[in-house]
Structures are given as structure tokens and as C-alpha cells.
């Protein structure tokens, strides 16, 4: 039977209300002010559609490289990791070393060429390429949705976080959010949402250092938190493998198949190659070679980042017995915030709020962007007012900005029904990005797939991990021992239904001609700029200094999957 966890870690404890001053009012004023500042002084750069919806592909790599890991690093995902810490323990590691790393490798050195090369504007786009304008449609209406749906979570988020620890109406928080969201992306679109979230990936930080920082001088160092933590909680509390074997019992309720092939494969490779609120960022570049280098780039600080949401939910789990039970009164959600009432100083407590602020907007701006471009780009141009003038489409652009936002304050409530946010944004993914990542790969390596298969490959995929999760776990027909393990297992039942189905689809219906697929799949060779023979190249010649051996996308690939595995070693014993 199902058993859904016993607390609801969705909102903070009533105790946890901030001493804030006036010194946390004004940083957090000031960088409001900086934020708008820079949605105007990017206004004049807006020219065209492409300016507005993708930056007319002019930003250096490490710009849009910071931006993609900010764009990825919400407060959901830090308040959710922490929790997940206080929760599960070293298990946190896992969303990071297999479940991120890998995939942005693999974005980077493979798929960036055929997306960047192929001059598309958005992920559902290459499917009109591939496919045909029923996969087009099917996926370009999913992944809308979906956008508005993990908006709304970081709305929703961001609403309980403020109300607890500084006590705003949570409408109050709402709209103040979705104001300044709003208004800078609708100056100047992507470029100012790109800015903007490298301004947020450097506040984060500050927010996160001192608390983990005073947090592990708290309770004695690394060495004494571990020796706490196995007294209280076991020594597999600290290991990122113990307990994982098939047939063992651990709270995570998910063995080392399931973490590897759920979470590793299908989970971690559909989010990172299929979101378009992060491959945006990189088609935002200025060339291919700093396209692939986008995150690459972002996998780096990706790599260590779990340590400054880990190790408070650790830290909270060390000084607070039975944390996360009711006898603590407090809920695993409420770690990070426990450590900024306990440790933090005001002025750096100001920093700390306007981090979890930053990363707030961050997640909640690379969702409405993306949004943006789908629905102005994919549904609108091409389906219901056709060839119109250019203008017209940054003019709707900066209209469907303004609904998507009041849409996700609408959306934003759904998530008050799931127990853990994380929870409920792995079941989204498991929803619409894994299926998306399945006709992805059957697309770009095997020519044999048809037009038609895209469209029922997607659909299937969707279908299958909704029935798993909703029908078999949700009603009891399948034992599975938390809402993470089911989302594994939803999202490896949507990947084989829709790669079952794309084959089955693909021997009954003629596949695409070949001459169709140049560049679209695998081993074959993009059209030239005039339509004609097929080049050797991505259509460019590569920009003055992409050929130094430090920006060679195979070594900062392979030298990113090298050092996560070998930060797995402390962790393995």
C-alpha cells in the first residue's frame, strides 16, 4: 500500500519567524532596485523576435553557463534538498553526481549540435523538424503546461517561505514575486532574465556559504557531524550507497537499479537534454561552440552545490533530535530556515533572505521565458495568426509573459496537495520531460522512425507514467515505499511505454526521406545555408580563441564526470 509521508513539508513552522531589521530590509530594497535596473538598461537591446525570445544569440559562454545553473538552482530545489538531507541523508548526492551530471554532459556534447545547428528556436520546434506538426502541436502544448505547472511551484514556494519568516500575507508575497518576475522579463525578455539569474547565482551563493559554513562550526566540523549523525541516525545515514542493495530497506524506498536507471538514466537525461527553461539559455549563445559550452560549464559549480544544500539539512538533522517528527516541531523543509534563525547575524541574515528571494525568481523566470517563447514561437505563429510582422510577435511575446504569470499564481495552489515540493516536481518531470527525452533519442539515432511515431511515442510515454503514478501507486495496486521511489518508477514506465510504442509505430508507417533528416539524426550531415548539398559542418566557422585547449567541450565534459565520480568515493565507504 501507498504511505505517504507523515509531514507536510510544503510550509514552515509558525516558530520560525526571522528577527529581520531594518539593515535585512534595506539589502533585500537594494537588490530589487538592481534587478529592475537591469530589465531597463536591457530594454534598447530589443530589436527583433529573436532579440526578445532568445537574446538574437549573442551571449558569451559563461554567461549563459551561469545562467543555466541558476535558471536550474530554485529555492525549491534548495529548501527541497536540504529537506531531502534531513530526511534521507548523503542519499542527496545522487540528484547531483548521477542524476545531473551525466545528462549535462551529454546535452552538451551531443544534442547541442543538432539543436544550435539546426537554428530552431525552442526544444518542441526540432520535433516539427523531425516529426511532423501533430508531435509538434502534442509537445509544444505539454511542455506550456508544464512550465506554468513548476512556475506555480516556485510561486508557491516563495508565498509560504516569506509568510513564515517574515511574516507578509502570502498574497502580499504573491504579487510582490510575480511584479518584479513580470516586469523584467518583459523589458527585454530572455537577455534580461539571463542578467538577472547571473546576478541571482552569485546572491545564492552568499546565502548559502555562511549558513553552511557556521552550520558545520556548529557542530564540530565535518568529522564531528558524522559522528552525531551515525550515532543518532546509522552509519548508512552518511553513505551514499549503504542500504541500496535489491531487496534491502531504506528510507529513500529506492535501490541502486532504480536510483541508476529512474533517477540516473530516465529522470536526470529527460529534464536536462528536453527542458527548455534550460536549454534555452544555451540557443541564447553566440555560436555553437559556446552552445555546447553552456553546460558544461554549469556542471562544474553543479558538482559541488549539493554540499551547501546538503550539508545543512545534515546539520539540522545533528542538533535537532527526531528531526522532521512531530515531537521537533519541526518539518524536514524547515532546516535551512531553522539555521538562518539560529546562526545568522543581521545584515548576513538580509543576504540569506534575499537568496532564497533570488533563487525564488530565478526558477519561477526561467519557467515563464521558456514559456514565453513555446507558446508565442510554437502555438501562436504557427497555428492560429500566421506571417504576420515581426513586431507583432514581441508585442504577444510581452502579453503571454504577463499571462503566464497570472497563470501561475493560479497553478501555484496545486502543489499544496502534494507532501514535498521535490516530490512534486520529480512527478512533473516524470510526466513531460521523460517522454520528451524517449522521442528525443529515437529521433536523433535511429532514421527508421517515421513522422507518425513522434506524436504516439509522446503521447504513450505521458500516458503510462500518469497511470503508474496516479492509478498504481497513488491506489495501492503496487507497493511502492515513498512518492521518489514511484517517481522512478513512473519515469521508467514512460520511457519503455513510449519507446515500445515509436518502434511498433515506426514498422507500420513510412519512415521520413532521408534527404529530410540531414542533420536531424545521428551521423548525418546538416543542409547548407542555401538549402542545397549537405555540409561538413554545423554551418559555422568556429569564433577566434574556441579553439584553446581550455574550451575543448570533450575535455570540460569528460573532466566533469571525472571529478563527480570521484567525489562519490568519501561518500562509498
Not at 296 to 302: C, G, H, N, Q
Not at 385 to 414: H, Q
Request: charge should be neutral.
Amino acid at each position: 500500500m501507498h504511505n505517504p509521508p507523515p509531514y507536510a513539508p510544503t510550509y514552515l513552522a509558525e516558530g520560525l519567524r526571522l528577527p529581520t531589521n531594518g539593515l535585512d530590509y534595506t539589502i533585500l530594497a537594494i537588490y530589487f532596485v538592481v534587478v529592475l535596473g537591469i530589465g531597463f538598461a536591457a530594454r534598447r537591446s530589443v530589436k527583433t523576435s529573436l532579440d526578445f525570445f532568445l537574446s538574437g544569440r549573442s551571449l558569451p559562454a559563461w554567461i549563459t553557463g551561469l545562467a543555466f545553473i541558476s535558471a536550474n538552482l530554485a529555492a525549491t530545489e534548495i529548501l527541497g534538498m536540504a529537506a531531502n538531507s534531513a530526511q534521507y541523508g548523503a542519499y542527496t548526492v545522487h540528484w547531483y553526481w548521477i542524476g545531473a551530471i551525466p545528462a549535462m554532459v551529454f546535452l552538451g556534447l551531443v544534442m547541442m549540435p543538432f539543436y544550435y545547428g539546426s537554428k530552431v528556436r525552442s526544444v518542441p520546434e526540432f520535433l516539427l523538424l523531425r516529426f511532423d506538426r501533430a508531435a509538434h502541436l502534442l509537445s509544444s502544448i505539454l511542455f506550456a503546461f508544464a512550465a506554468i505547472l513548476i512556475a506555480g511551484v516556485n510561486l508557491y514556494a516563495l508565498a509560504i517561505v516569506v509568510e513564515a519568516l517574515l511574516g507578509w500575507p502570502q498574497w502580499v508575497a504573491i504579487v510582490v514575486a510575480g511584479f518584479f518576475v513580470l516586469a523584467y522579463i518583459t523589458f527585454d525578455g530572455l537577455s534580461s532574465a539571463i542578467y538577472n539569474e547571473v546576478l541571482q547565482f552569485f546572491v545564492i551563493l552568499a546565502a548559502l556559504i555562511p549558513i553552511t559554513v557556521l552550520g558545520l562550526k556548529k557542530v564540530g566540523g565535518w568529522g564531528g557531524l558524522t559522528d552525531k549523525l551515525t550515532a543518532t541516525h546509522g552509519h548508512n545515514f552518511t553513505t551514499a550507497w549503504g542500504g541500496t542493495g535489491i531487496g534491502s530497506t531504506n528510507p529513500l524506498g529506492a535501490n541502486w537499479l532504480t536510483i541508476v536507471l529512474g533517477l540516473g538514466f530516465v529522470l536526470s537525461f529527460g529534464y536536462w537534454t528536453t527542458n527548455f527553461a534550460e536549454v534555452q539559455r544555451a540557443l541564447s549563445a553566440k555560436n555553437l561552440s559556446a552552445a555546447q559550452r553552456t553546460p558544461l560549464i554549469a556542471a562544474y559549480p553543479k558538482i559541488f552545490i549539493v554540499f551547501l544544500v546538503m550539508i545543512p539539512g545534515l546539520v539540522a538533522a545533528a542538533l535537532v533530535p527526531n528531526f522532521g517528527s512531530p515531537a521537533s516541531g519541526l518539518q524536514y523543509n524547515d532546516a535551512i530556515p531553522y539555521l538562518m534563525q539560529e546562526l545568522l547575524p543581521n545584515g548576513v541574515l538580509g543576504i540569506a533572505v534575499t537568496g532564497l528571494l533570488a533563487a525564488f525568481m530565478a526558477g519561477m523566470a526561467a519557467n515563464v521565458s521558456s514559456f514565453n517563447t513555446v507558446f508565442t514561437t510554437d502555438i501562436w505563429a504557427k497555428y492560429v495568426v500566421k506571417d504576420r510582422e515581426d513586431s507583432y510577435y514581441v508585442r504577444f511575446g510581452r502579453l503571454i509573459t504577463a499571462v503566464g504569470v497570472l497563470a501561475s499564481i493560479g497553478t501555484a495552489f496545486l502543489a499544496s496537495s502534494f507532501s514535498n515540493i521535490m516530490s512534486y516536481l520529480q512527478t512533473l518531470f516524470s510526466f513531460f520531460n521523460v517522454p520528451m527525452f524517449v522521442v528525443f533519442i529515437v529521433d536523433m539515432f535511429w532514421k527508421r522512425a517515421s513522422a507518425k511515431s513522434g506524436f504516439w511515442g509522446l503521447l504513450a510515454g505521458t500516458t503510462a507514467a500518469m497511470i503508474n503514478y496516479f492509478v498504481l501507486y497513488k491506489q495501492g495496486i503496487i507497493s511502492t515505499p515513498s512518492d521518489q521511489g514511484a517517481n522512478f518508477v513512473s519515469a521508467i514506465a514512460g520511457f519503455v511505454a513510449g519507446a515500445v510504442v515509436m518502434v511498433l509505430v515506426s514498422v507500420f508507417t513510412k519512415p521520413k526521406p532521408a534527404e529530410a533528416l540531414q542533420g536531424l539524426v545521428y551521423g548525418t550531415l546538416p543542409q547548407s545555408s542555401t538549402g542545397g548539398t549537405p555540409t561538413p559542418d554545423m554551418a559555422e566557422a568556429p569564433a577566434a580563441g574556441d579553439d584553446a585547449w581550455y574550451r575543448k567541450p570533450a575535455l570540460l565534459g569528460w573532466g566533469a564526470v571525472i571529478i563527480a565520480a570521484a567525489c562519490y568515493i568519501p561518500f562509498s565507504f
